[in-house]
């Protein structure tokens, strides 16, 4: 069990606004520079090296050298559950007034990636279509594939990690949305999931944000395959 001082730590790290804004454009699993990462969160080259120094030695993101850039990402997918949870308990805890809410945060809560698995209210959706299709069995913390899932992922050409089974069972597991307030799924399943959906063109990234956007193809293959009638 990690140590109060650690604990206070590594709220402290989250908590900056410009650290905090560097941490939620890193949520959609890419590598960024220091000075893409200082444009995000509206902050200057050098208070944005000072800040991902840091995070770096708190174990937040970690740096990959190449070439002649140093690129950040979330250290983990552990670190990426942990701010997604922020998000959760700080969306339940905003004043309840009435907002504009702009066509970027519609895009977010329609359809995101979440780090490395699909969020908003497609990510739901599939899991909901999943549970109700008997492909998988979700508990509030845990999840199997079923054999009628694996058969479905075989199916798709969607290759699932072995190490990820226990007893015959591919293990998932789920995640609970903070738009939505139910799970969508994560782990390696929500991964080769959201990578398959990328690879195939039933959803695309939008520039410059971590939504996706589902094509015209990914809507007949969520109706006819998932039986998702929206999304």
């Known amino acids: 069990m990690a140590s109060n001082a650690a604990f206070a730590e590594v709220a402290s790290l989250a ?9 939620h454009a890193l949520m959609d699993g890419r590598a960024l520079t ?4 200082a444009r995000v969160a509206g902050i200057t080259p050098q208070t944005a090296s000072g800040h991902l120094a840091r995070l770096s ?3 937040l993101v970690t740096v990959q050298q190449q070439g002649r850039h140093r690129y950040h990402r979330l250290a983990s997918p552990a670190v990426a559950r942990m701010l997604e949870s922020i998000m959760q308990v700080a969306a339940g805890s905003a004043p309840r007034r ?3 809410v702009g066509p970027r ?10 780090y490395d698995h699909l969020a908003g209210h497609l990510g739901v959706a599939l899991a909901d279509a999943l549970v109700a299709n008997g492909q998988i069995e979700l508990t509030s913390d845990a999840g199997i594939v079923t054999d009628k899932g694996a058969a479905l992922f075989d199916r798709l050409g969607i290759e699932l990690d072995a190490s990820g089974k226990r007893k015959g069972r591919m ?3 789920p995640c609970l949305d903070w738009s939505e307030r139910r799970p969508h799924l994560a782990g390696q399943v929500g991964r080769a999931l959201c990578r398959h959906c990328l690879t195939v063109g039933w959803i695309k990234q939008v520039d410059g944000t ?17 039986r998702i009638e929206s999304v």
Do not use: H, S
């Open 105 to 114: 945060d519609l895009a977010l809560r329609a359809a995101r990636t979440c």
């Open 57 to 59: 030695a708190g174990g």
């Open 171 to 173: 293990l998932c597991r």
């Open 98 to 100: 009435k907002a504009f």
């Open 34 to 37: 220091a000075t893409e990462l």
């Open 15 to 23: 908590g900056d606004p410009g650290r905090a804004g560097m941490l």
């Open 210 to 226: 971590r939504a996706v956007a589902v094509t015209p193809k990914g809507q007949r293959n969520f109706r006819e395959i998932f």
